[in-house]
């Protein structure tokens, strides 16, 4: 069964715009992780940000931040004030009980200057 | 401090033959992870190890591969034999499990592995 759905499979952005990329999750555990990967064109994985499922506050680290909505079970990223740099695939990844990660399809990011 | 260490990074190699991918997890993490990824079937857990001890090989496609982990600081995946449906990048990743921690799990480079 998939657990992690992104639904947009490519999104441009302009240069020091936000960008929302969403994430939604399906599991029956209580106790999970949700976290953001990017993948630039040089392929390595780089971690963005981490959620508790028990942090009651939305996760921010520097201009990633992650708005949490668990009774809607998504995990959206946002990116504020975007930079050329920014240009990636990004995944959305989930870790519940077992501590494997499951992985979305991901999201290209395009920022145009 | 260094981060999740693979070797090789670029690997080509003709069907039937052997290949071993290699990883150091970042010092101090207890456990590790072995991915695949592609284009069709995305990124895709094959094995994981904690403590040095495999907990879950569901993902290992079939008996052509395999996965050691003799101390904490290496761990070894190994095609035997080859075929061009291997080609793919495979990622080691390295976490702390089990002590509180956000167990976030830190990726090396990858190896890009083609099978001619």
């Known amino acids: 069964a998939q657990k992690i759905t992104q639904t947009q499979p490519g999104m441009f952005v302009q240069e020091k715009e936000a960008v929302t990329l969403d994430c939604t999750y399906d599991?029956?555990?209580?106790?999970?992780?949700l976290f953001w990967y990017k993948q630039p064109s040089s392929g390595e994985m780089i971690f963005l940000i981490y959620?508790?499922?028990?942090?009651?506050q939305n996760a921010t680290e520097g201009r990633y931040s992650l708005n949490f909505q668990k009774a809607r079970k998504s995990a959206n990223l946002v990116i504020s004030a975007s930079q050329l740099g920014d240009s990636a695939m990004y995944f959305c990844?989930?870790?519940?009980?077992?501590?494997?990660?499951?992985f979305g399809a991901g999201t290209t990011v395009t920022v145009r200057a | 401090d260094a981060g999740v260490i693979q070797s090789p990074r670029h690997e080509v190699t003709e069907m039937g033959q052997e290949v071993t991918l290699r990883c150091k997890p970042i010092?101090?993490?207890?456990?590790l992870f072995w991915y695949r990824q592609t284009m069709m079937r995305g990124l895709e857990l094959l094995i994981y190890?904690?403590?040095?001890?495999?907990?879950?090989d569901s993902g290992m496609p079939e008996d052509r591969f395999s996965a050691k982990m003799p101390n904490a600081s290496f761990s070894t995946l190994k095609i035997q034999p080859s075929e061009p449906r291997d080609s793919a990048v495979y990622f080691c990743?390295?976490?702390?499990?089990?002590?509180?921690?956000?167990?976030?799990?830190?990726f090396g480079p990858g190896t890009r592995l083609l099978v001619l």
């Open positions: 599991t029956s555990d209580q106790s999970y992780g």
């Open positions: 959620q508790g499922s028990y942090d009651e």
């Open positions: 190890f904690n403590n040095n001890v495999p907990i879950d």
């Open positions: 990743a390295s976490s702390l499990l089990g002590q509180g921690a956000q167990e976030t799990q830190y």
């Open positions: 990844a989930m870790r519940d009980d077992d501590y494997k990660l499951s």
């Open positions: 010092s101090g993490h207890n456990s």
